[in-house]
């Protein structure tokens, strides 16, 4: 046979079966088979070249992508902006401001603020069922470890010794609003692997809706990072310090409390019956914007004469660190810390490159 008439794919092995007639050349040479359509050949045609070159291009952006992620980064995390901060806000950050700057009053050396809602009258539905289901599954785990049971009673316990949250009377419940719970969970430092941190959900939704929906976000103009870290190394004497606790030196007015309510066991007793709870101070993250509260640590710049002190609080903190370098630092340290204590702010976990910084901050500091 000269001729191919028919190609036949080889996924058509229906085409042979165990009783078709096969002829098999030597090894590396085709075979025939004799199959319902006729003779057909599988196999090699023809002899291999054993001089073939193949050359295979491959094309890596690899650089490329670098590239554009350290544009990405810079132009975040160390971005300058040429634009007044005041003028490029949105509706809604102006709306946040003003509502932060209206209600900002200092009762008993502490900050007082109300949340910035969306709406003076905030949509919130029913969000009792989602926090009790949430509590459930975390009483499961507290149940089979407790250690964990024993840390994480401490953390709430603390939260009500310190006055960061109160256990709400069964008969105030009912006169709430807005009220809102939220759920809560416990999340671990590398560095802190026995002290868990419990963190209040403002994502979880009910209805749809969360607590986040309804709060505005507010401004994002925190220090730059860039210009901290330049100041940081303007000067001989470097000092870095970290506000402690700094969100929650920070306290909600009391008519918003009952939008941080959640549910716990009192003293942390599994056995006994869920209880209502509100948080007194606010969160991290949208009920208080970072770059608020950073303003709040100069809040009181006309009590104090020294410039650089003034300069100090406003413009090198990075949220709650900061970083400085200075002359003479003593001076400034001390009033800056006299400064923040003004406002319930205190400067902890001192370090820097003069020993005398050190050694006039306390011990526990």
Known sequence: MNTVSLLIGSNRRDLIDNNSEIRRGS????????????????????ESSGNGVSITFVESNHEEM????????????????LVDVEQSLSVEDRRAKQIMEESVVLVDGHYQIKLPFRHSSPC???????????????????ERDPEFH??????MNNYQAERSSRRVPDEEVPTLNPIWYLPHHAV?????????RVVFDCTSKSA???????????????????????????NSIAVAADV????HQVFVSPEDRGALCYLWFPDGGLSKDLKTYQMLVHLFGPP???AFVATLLGKQPETIDAAETIDAAMQDFYVDDRLKSFKTAVEITTQLQELLTRGGFKLTKFMSSAREIPQTTPPED
């Open 188 to 196: 671990w430092h590398p560095r802190k692997p026995s002290e868990p």
């Open 244 to 247: 402690k606790r700094m969100f």
């Open 150 to 155: 024993k840390q994480y009673s401490s953390v």
């Open 66 to 81: 670098l590239s554009m992620q350290l544009d990405c980064l810079y132009n975040t995390e160390f971005r300058d902006s």
């Open 27 to 46: 090894k590396g040479q085709p075979y025939a088979v004799n199959t319902p359509l006729g003779w057909t050949v599988y196999g090699p045609m023809g």
């Open 208 to 234: 749809g809706v969360s607590l986040n929906d309804q709060l505005l976000q507010g401004p994002e103009n925190t220090s730059s990072l860039l210009g901290v870290i330049l100041g940081f190394r303007v």
């Open 288 to 290: 208080l914007p970072p």
């Open 124 to 142: 919130l539905p029913d969000s009792l069922p989602v926090a009790k289901k949430r509590l459930y599954l975390l009483k499961r785990k507290l």
